[in-house]
C-alpha cells in the first residue's frame, strides 16, 4: 500500500494521460481520425481542453493541419492508430526534412495482437524511417511524462517527434500525477520559403540538416536518462522496450534491466549492457528493432530473430514464464479452450447494417468488397456477405479492379466515415474509368466502432459543437455517380428490387442506405428528452 | 511482490469495463497501487471480453499472468469457462448464472457446455454462483447485473464499504446512483455468513 496518497493523482487511461499531457504542453490544438486504439486521446482533449479539438477526415488531413498549426508557432498534438500513420506517411516523411516551427507530436498507437485492426505493424519504424525521434512509454504516467518531453524536444530540435503506444498503454489505466498547465504559444507565423517548401532546390540541403541532427538526437537520449540500465551485477538481462518493462518486472530480481523508452538508441549502452551478460532477453512488442541492433554485440541474445519469442500477437507477462524457473501455468487450472465454443464479435441487434446485409445476401452480387468499420462483420456468419477487407477506402477501388476484368454484379460496401476518409477519390476513379460497380455507402450517422464519433456529415464537431455539415448526396453527385438512390435498409423487400436493379445496371451506381446506429439514435432520444424536459411549460408542443 | 489479480469475463455489453474500473478505483482511493486493462472497438461488439484488475504493493504489467489470477468474476457461463486458465490453483470464481448463446452454436457439432458451474468445481476452483440477472429484473433494472457481482466480489476485497459506495457514485449516472448502491448490496447481502 501506497503510504501518502498525493492529492494531485488520478487514475487514467494510457490514452487520457497523452491527453492530459498535451493540454499541460500547452498545445493549442489537437486533431485526429478515430481509431483503436488511439480514440481517446482525441476524446479527452475535446473534452478536458478549451482550444481546438477537431476529428478530421482522415490521418493525412489531421497531421497537415497540425503542421499547420505548428507553422503559425504555435504546439499541436496529432493522434492515429498506427495503420493510420500509412495514410499521414505522405506528409511525416517531408515535414521531417522540411522541420517545424511550434511543437508537434505525433502521437500513434499501435495494435500488436491486431484485437481492433488490419495488422500489427510496428510505427517505430516510421519514426526510423523519417528520422525523427520517438518515446516509448510504459504506463498512464510516463505517457503523460513523455507526451510533455517530447513537445520541448520538438521544439529544441526542431523536428516532429513521434509518441509510440501500444494497446495495453492506451487502453490500460493506472495513477498520474497531474501538473500545472503551460501557458500556449505566442501565435508567430513567419514565412521561411527555404524551409517550407519542398521543391528539389531545396530538399538535398534539407535532408542534409535532418542527418546533421541524428547526432543530436542520439545525444538527447543520452542526457536524458530515459534508456537506462538497472543493475545488480547478474549475468542474466532483459532490455526491456515500452510495455515491455512492465513485463519484465514480473520477473522479479531474476534480471538485470535495461529499460528502452527513448529511439534513436545509443547502441553503446546495448553494447555495454549485453556484453556483461550470459543470457540477454529482449522483450519488445512489434518488430525485433532492438534484438536485431543487440545482436551485434553478443551472440547470447533471445528474442523474436532467435525464436524463443513469436512474431506473431503481444508478448505478455506470461512472455517468458517458459524460460524461468517456478513460472509454468499451473497443470490443474489448464483448460483445452479450444475446443470450446467460439464468440466471435457481431452486429449488435437491430443493427442496420444486418437488415441491408439480408437485402444484399438476397440480392446475391458476384463478389462485394468491403471496407473498414463495424460492417466489416458481414464478412461472418450468418451474413458472409463481405468477401474481402484491406484497409480504409478500398472496397470501392478493388470492386472496380475486379469489374473491369468483365466480372458482371460486382459491389462494394463502404461506411459513411470511411467513404469521406478515403472513398471519395476512389469513386471518382471508378467514375473516370468508366468501371461498372454497385457501391452501397451505408450512413450510420456515426463513426459507430471506435465510439460513435461525429463525421461531416453529421454536421456536429468533435466538442459537440455545430461544424460545417455536408452532402453525400452531393458528393455522390459531383462524383459524377450514374444513379444515386437513398434507402432505409429496415425496408428489406424493397431494398433488395433496388439492389439486383442496380446491380445489373451500367455504370456507377449508389445506394446509400440511411439509418442512424441504433446507439445514436438512442443518444439523439436522450438528447431531444432533455431539451423538452428544459422547456418551460408553455413552449411545449401541443 | 504481494498483488491481488482479478480478471473479469463476459460478453460485449454487460458492463464488464464499468465493474472492472469500479473495482480498479475503489483500489486506488483505499491507497494501493492499481492497474487495469481493458479492450475497445471490434473486441467489444457482442464479442468475448475481458478486463485486467490488479492491486497491491507495486503493480508493472496491466495484465495478469496465466494461472496467477486470484478472482475470476464471470459475468456469463461460457465466458467464466474460457477464462479459467487465467485462475491460480484453488483460486476462486464468481459466475453468473447467464448464458448468452453465441450464433457460433450448433447443439449437435458445437454445443453450449452445460454445467458450467460443477465443471469449476472439478477443476478444484471455489465457485459462488447467482443469478444476477433475476435480481435486477426483481429491482427493476436489467443493467444492475454487474454491480451485483461486484457486491459479491466486494466481500473477497480489502476495501470499507464507503469506499465502494463512493467509487459507485462517482462511476455510474447521476440518476441511477441509488438503485446501484442498492444492487451493490444486495449483492453483497448473499454472501453473508458464508466467508
Same mark, same amino acid.
Given at each position: 500500500?501506497?503510504?501518502? $496518497?498525493?492529492?494531485?493523482?488520478? *487514475?487514467? *487511461?494510457?490514452?487520457?494521460?497523452?491527453?492530459?499531457?498535451?493540454?499541460?504542453?500547452?498545445?493549442?490544438?489537437?486533431?485526429?481520425?478515430?481509431?483503436?486504439?488511439?480514440?481517446?486521446?482525441?476524446?479527452?482533449? &475535446?473534452?478536458?481542453?478549451?482550444?481546438?479539438?477537431?476529428?478530421?477526415?482522415?490521418e493525412k488531413v489531421a497531421l497537415e493541419t497540425a503542421i499547420g498549426a505548428s507553422y503559425a508557432g504555435k504546439r499541436a498534438?496529432c493522434?492515429?492508430?498506427?495503420?493510420?500513420l500509412?495514410v499521414a506517411s505522405d506528409a511525416l516523411m517531408t515535414i521531417a526534412y522540411l522541420g517545424i516551427k511550434g511543437g508537434l507530436v505525433l502521437?500513434? &498507437?499501435?495494435?500488436?495482437?491486431?484485437?481492433?485492426?488490419?495488422?500489427? +505493424?510496428?510505427?517505430?519504424?516510421y519514426a526510423k524511417f523519417a528520422k525523427i525521434p520517438c518515446?516509448?512509454?510504459?504506463?498512464?504516467?510516463?505517457?503523460?511524462?513523455?507526451?510533455?518531453?517530447?513537445?520541448?524536444l520538438s521544439e529544441e530540435t526542431g523536428l516532429p517527434v513521434m509518441?509510440?503506444?501500444?494497446?495495453?498503454?492506451? #487502453?490500460?489505466?493506472? /495513477?498520474?500525477?497531474?501538473?500545472?498547465?503551460?501557458?500556449?504559444n505566442?501565435l508567430k507565423l513567419e514565412k521561411d520559403p527555404a524551409n517550407m517548401i519542398a521543391v528539389p532546390s531545396n530538399v538535398l540541403r534539407c535532408h542534409e540538416k535532418l542527418i546533421k541532427k541524428q547526432e543530436l538526437l542520439?545525444?538527447w =537520449? +543520452?542526457?536524458? =536518462?530515459?534508456?537506462?540500465?538497472?543493475?545488480?551485477?547478474?549475468?542474466?538481462?532483459?532490455?526491456?522496450?515500452?510495455?515491455?518493462?512492465?513485463?519484465?518486472?514480473?520477473?522479479?530480481?531474476?534480471?538485470?534491466?535495461?529499460?528502452?523508452?527513448?529511439?534513436p538508441?545509443?547502441?553503446?549502452?546495448?553494447?555495454?549492457?549485453?556484453?556483461?551478460?550470459?543470457?540477454?532477453?529482449?522483450?519488445?512488442?512489434?518488430?525485433?528493432?532492438?534484438?536485431?541492433?543487440?545482436?551485434?554485440?553478443?551472440?547470447?541474445?533471445?528474442?523474436?530473430?532467435?525464436?524463443?519469442?513469436?512474431?506473431?500477437?503481444?508478448?505478455?507477462?506470461?512472455?517468458?514464464?517458459?524460460?524461468?524457473?517456478?513460472?509454468?501455468?499451473?497443470?490443474?487450472?489448464?483448460?483445452?479452450?479450444?475446443?470450446?465454443?467460439?464468440?466471435?464479435?457481431?452486429?449488435?441487434?437491430?443493427? /442496420?447494417?444486418?437488415?441491408?446485409?439480408?437485402?444484399?445476401?438476397?440480392?446475391?452480387?458476384?463478389?462485394?468488397?468491403?471496407?473498414?468499420?463495424?460492417?466489416?462483420?458481414?464478412?461472418?456468419? /450468418?451474413? $458472409?456477405?463481405?468477401?474481402?477487407?484491406?484497409?480504409?477506402? &478500398?472496397?470501392?477501388?478493388? &470492386?472496380?479492379?475486379?469489374?473491369? $476484368?468483365?466480372?458482371?454484379?460486382?459491389?462494394?460496401?463502404?461506411?459513411?466515415?470511411?467513404?469521406? #476518409?478515403?472513398?471519395?477519390?476512389?469513386?471518382?476513379?471508378?467514375?473516370?474509368?468508366?468501371?461498372?460497380?454497385?457501391?452501397?455507402?451505408?450512413?450510420?450517422?456515426?463513426?459507430?466502432?471506435?465510439?460513435?464519433?461525429?463525421?461531416?456529415?453529421?454536421?456536429?464537431?468533435?466538442?459537440?459543437?455545430? =461544424? =460545417?455539415?455536408?452532402?453525400?448526396?452531393?458528393?455522390?453527385?459531383?462524383?459524377?455517380?450514374?444513379?444515386?438512390?437513398?434507402?432505409?435498409?429496415?425496408?428489406?423487400?424493397?431494398?433488395?428490387?433496388?439492389?439486383?436493379?442496380?446491380?445489373?445496371?451500367?455504370?456507377?451506381?449508389?445506394?446509400?442506405?440511411?439509418?442512424?446506429?441504433?446507439?445514436?439514435?438512442?443518444? *439523439?432520444?436522450? *438528447?431531444? +428528452?432533455?431539451?423538452?424536459?428544459?422547456?418551460?411549460?408553455? +413552449?411545449?408542443? /401541443? | 511482490?504481494?498483488?491481488?489479480?482479478?480478471?473479469?469475463?463476459?460478453?460485449?455489453?454487460?458492463?464488464?469495463?464499468?465493474?472492472?474500473?469500479?473495482?480498479?478505483?475503489?483500489?486506488?482511493?483505499?491507497?494501493?497501487?492499481? @492497474?487495469?486493462?481493458? %479492450?475497445?472497438?471490434?473486441?467489444?461488439?457482442?464479442?468475448?471480453?475481458?478486463?485486467?484488475?490488479?492491486?497491491?504493493?507495486?503493480?508493472?504489467? !496491466? %495484465?495478469?499472468?496465466?494461472?496467477?489470477?486470484?478472482?475470476?468474476?464471470?459475468?456469463?457461463?461460457?465466458?467464466?469457462?474460457?477464462?479459467?486458465?487465467?485462475?491460480?490453483?484453488?483460486?476462486?470464481?464468481?459466475?453468473?448464472?447467464?448464458?448468452?448463446?453465441?450464433?457460433?452454436?450448433?447443439?449437435?457439432?458445437? !454445443?453450449? !457446455?452445460?454445467?458450467?458451474?460443477?465443471?469449476?468445481?472439478?477443476?478444484?476452483?471455489?465457485?459462488?454462483?447467482?443469478?444476477?440477472?433475476?435480481?435486477?429484473?426483481?429491482?427493476?433494472?436489467?443493467?444492475?447485473?454487474?454491480?451485483?457481482?461486484?457486491?459479491? %466480489?466486494?466481500?473477497?476485497? !480489502?476495501?470499507?464499504?464507503?469506499?465502494?459506495? @463512493?467509487?459507485?457514485?462517482?462511476?455510474?449516472?447521476?440518476?441511477?446512483?441509488?438503485?446501484?448502491?442498492?444492487?451493490?448490496?444486495?449483492?453483497?447481502?448473499?454472501?453473508?455468513? @458464508?466467508?
Amino acid at each position: 500500500m501506497r503510504e501518502n $496518497q498525493d492529492n494531485n493523482e488520478v *487514475l487514467l *487511461l494510457g490514452d487520457y494521460a497523452i491527453g492530459r499531457g498535451a493540454i499541460e504542453a500547452g498545445i493549442s490544438i489537437a486533431t485526429s481520425y478515430p481509431g483503436t486504439p488511439a480514440t481517446e486521446i482525441l476524446t479527452y482533449i &475535446a473534452k478536458h481542453f478549451e482550444g481546438d479539438a477537431e476529428w478530421s477526415v482522415n490521418e493525412k488531413v489531421a497531421l497537415e493541419t497540425a503542421i499547420g498549426a505548428s507553422y503559425a508557432g504555435k504546439r499541436a498534438i496529432c493522434s492515429m492508430k498506427h495503420v493510420g500513420l500509412n495514410v499521414a506517411s505522405d506528409a511525416l516523411m517531408t515535414i521531417a526534412y522540411l522541420g517545424i516551427k511550434g511543437g508537434l507530436v505525433l502521437a500513434v &498507437a499501435d495494435d500488436p495482437g491486431a484485437y481492433s485492426s488490419q495488422n500489427e +505493424q510496428d510505427s517505430r519504424f516510421y519514426a526510423k524511417f523519417a528520422k525523427i525521434p520517438c518515446f516509448e512509454p510504459c504506463d498512464s504516467q510516463e505517457a503523460k511524462d513523455m507526451t510533455i518531453a517530447a513537445f520541448d524536444l520538438s521544439e529544441e530540435t526542431g523536428l516532429p517527434v513521434m509518441l509510440r503506444t501500444v494497446t495495453r498503454v492506451s #487502453h490500460a489505466e493506472s /495513477p498520474v500525477k497531474l501538473g500545472r498547465i503551460r501557458e500556449q504559444n505566442p501565435l508567430k507565423l513567419e514565412k521561411d520559403p527555404a524551409n517550407m517548401i519542398a521543391v528539389p532546390s531545396n530538399v538535398l540541403r534539407c535532408h542534409e540538416k535532418l542527418i546533421k541532427k541524428q547526432e543530436l538526437l542520439i545525444k538527447w =537520449g +543520452q542526457n536524458s =536518462g530515459l534508456n537506462k540500465i538497472n543493475s545488480s551485477g547478474r549475468k542474466k538481462g532483459i532490455i526491456a522496450c515500452g510495455i515491455g518493462y512492465a513485463y519484465a518486472k514480473e520477473y522479479g530480481d531474476n534480471f538485470d534491466i535495461l529499460k528502452i523508452s527513448y529511439y534513436p538508441v545509443d547502441e553503446a549502452l546495448i553494447k555495454k549492457f549485453v556484453k556483461k551478460m550470459d543470457e540477454v532477453w529482449v522483450l519488445e512488442e512489434g518488430e525485433p528493432i532492438i534484438e536485431e541492433i543487440a545482436r551485434k554485440y553478443s551472440n547470447k541474445v533471445k528474442g523474436k530473430i532467435s525464436g524463443e519469442i513469436s512474431m506473431i500477437g503481444e508478448l505478455g507477462p506470461d512472455v517468458l514464464s517458459k524460460y524461468v524457473c517456478g513460472w509454468k501455468i499451473p497443470e490443474n487450472t489448464t483448460l483445452d479452450t479450444g475446443t470450446l465454443l467460439k464468440r466471435p464479435p457481431a452486429l449488435c441487434p437491430g443493427c /442496420p447494417h444486418s437488415k441491408l446485409y439480408e437485402a444484399l445476401k438476397s440480392a446475391n452480387p458476384t463478389f462485394t468488397a468491403g471496407d473498414i468499420g463495424c460492417y466489416t462483420l458481414g464478412a461472418s456468419p /450468418p451474413y $458472409q456477405i463481405v468477401d474481402t477487407c484491406l484497409c480504409m477506402g &478500398a472496397g470501392i477501388s478493388k &470492386a472496380a479492379g475486379i469489374a473491369k $476484368q468483365g466480372v458482371k454484379r460486382v459491389a462494394a460496401v463502404i461506411g459513411d466515415s470511411t467513404f469521406i #476518409h478515403s472513398g471519395i477519390p476512389a469513386l471518382i476513379n471508378a467514375v473516370y474509368n468508366k468501371a461498372n460497380i454497385l457501391v452501397l455507402i451505408l450512413d450510420n450517422s456515426s463513426t459507430a466502432m471506435t465510439g460513435h464519433q461525429p463525421t461531416p456529415l453529421t454536421g456536429i464537431t468533435a466538442k459537440g459543437r455545430e =461544424g =460545417g455539415k455536408v452532402s453525400l448526396e452531393e458528393i455522390c453527385k459531383a462524383c459524377g455517380a450514374t444513379s444515386i438512390e437513398v434507402i432505409d435498409p429496415y425496408e428489406v423487400n424493397k431494398t433488395e428490387t433496388l439492389l439486383r436493379e442496380k446491380l445489373d445496371s451500367p455504370g456507377v451506381n449508389i445506394v446509400i442506405s440511411r439509418r442512424p446506429c441504433v446507439f445514436v439514435t438512442r443518444r *439523439l432520444a436522450k *438528447l431531444k +428528452q432533455k431539451s423538452i424536459s428544459c422547456k418551460p411549460a408553455e +413552449q411545449k408542443a /401541443p | 511482490m504481494d498483488i491481488t489479480n482479478v480478471l473479469f469475463s463476459g460478453v460485449g455489453g454487460q458492463g464488464i469495463i464499468l465493474a472492472s474500473k469500479i473495482l480498479t478505483r475503489c483500489a486506488f482511493i483505499s491507497g494501493y497501487s492499481v @492497474k487495469e486493462s481493458e %479492450l475497445h472497438g471490434m473486441a467489444q461488439r457482442g464479442g468475448s471480453v475481458i478486463s485486467h484488475v490488479r492491486f497491491g504493493d507495486e503493480v508493472y504489467s !496491466p %495484465l495478469i499472468p496465466k494461472g496467477k489470477a486470484d478472482f475470476l468474476v464471470a459475468l456469463e457461463e461460457l465466458e467464466g469457462l474460457r477464462y479459467a486458465y487465467y485462475l491460480k490453483p484453488y483460486g476462486n470464481v464468481i459466475l453468473n448464472h447467464r448464458k448468452v448463446i453465441p450464433f457460433t452454436v450448433n447443439p449437435a457439432s458445437n !454445443p453450449y !457446455p452445460e454445467d458450467v458451474k460443477s465443471k469449476l468445481i472439478s477443476m478444484g476452483f471455489h465457485v459462488d454462483s447467482v443469478n444476477a440477472m433475476e435480481i435486477a429484473n426483481e429491482m427493476g433494472n436489467s443493467k444492475l447485473e454487474n454491480i451485483i457481482i461486484l457486491g459479491i %466480489l466486494s466481500r473477497y476485497m !480489502p476495501f470499507i464499504i464507503s469506499a465502494w459506495e @463512493k467509487t459507485i457514485r462517482e462511476s455510474v449516472p447521476p440518476k441511477t446512483i441509488e438503485i446501484n448502491i442498492e444492487a451493490f448490496k444486495k449483492g453483497r447481502e448473499l454472501l453473508e455468513g @458464508k466467508i
